[in-house]
């Protein structure tokens, strides 16, 4: 099946700083991935869409600014959190889309801001 | 706006028991419906999916669901449970009238006694 790989799977960080998260389509070009976060012990909430070559359409209440999204290549996005605070600590999970009804997840990310 | 419910926050079941974890779901338009599992601390593994066609859908590891469009629901079903299946179960909707968004339920933590 379809693999997408996502970088780092753990990191902590001081607060104040940015953390980069990859999302990585590997066998497959993916025109349109997706960003989720998880609290713990809940589900997903999709923060943003990423999109080939334009901007990535967010999610009410997600700040732009705040997790930047940048979606260079068919086969990679990242997310960018800046200026971390703890209340950022969270599982991140990225999904990039094959074709429409194929949508393959990343392992996720954990992020820690200390 | 599509949503998706699953009713049970969690499901007891004894190993070699049926298991059914439920899930409605209410779109505009005609629904994309899939169901992932997550381990702790990992991404979501896909089990199964309904596009079009037969209403009994079969997955990964022995789990099939059912599509009712009267009921709009898709519970998510095993014969014979097994104590590895204990784990977070996410039903979610995709609809092309939500840009292909895919929307989650809130989860259903299965626990398999042995």
């Known amino acids: 099946g379809a693999v997408v790989s996502q970088h780092p799977s753990w990191v902590i960080c001081k607060s104040g700083t940015s953390v980069k998260i990859e999302c990585r389509s590997l066998?497959?070009?993916?025109?349109?991935m997706f960003w989720y976060r998880q609290f713990p012990k809940q589900s997903l909430m999709l923060m943003a869409t990423s999109n080939e070559g334009s901007k990535a359409t967010y999610e009410q209440g997600v700040e732009k600014d705040k997790f930047l999204i940048n979606h260079a290549s068919l086969t990679l996005s990242t997310l960018t959190v800046t200026s971390a605070h703890p209340e950022d600590s969270s599982f991140y999970i990225c999904s990039a889309d094959r074709a429409v009804g194929e949508l393959f997840f990343g392992e996720g990310s954990r992020l820690t801001v200390l | 706006a599509q949503s998706v419910a699953q009713p049970e926050d969690q499901v007891n079941v004894a190993e070699g028991n049926p298991l059914t974890v439920k899930c409605t779901y209410s779109?505009?338009?005609?629904?994309?419906l899939f169901w992932y599992v997550q381990y702790p601390n990992r991404g979501l593994q896909f089990l199964l999916k309904?596009?079009?066609?037969?209403?009994l859908v079969k997955g990964s590891y022995g789990f099939e669901a059912e599509f009712n469009k009267s009921q709009t629901s898709f519970h998510l079903k095993k014969p014979s449970a097994l104590v590895s299946d204990s784990a977070l179960y996410f039903c979610?909707?995709?609809?092309?009238?939500?840009?292909?968004?895919?929307?989650f339920g809130g989860g259903t933590r299965v626990l398999v006694k042995p």
């Open positions: 309904y596009i079009t066609g037969d209403n």
């Open positions: 779109v505009s338009g005609n629904p994309y």
């Open positions: 066998d497959f070009q993916a025109t349109t």
């Open positions: 979610a909707v995709r609809d092309k009238a939500a840009g292909n968004k895919l929307t």
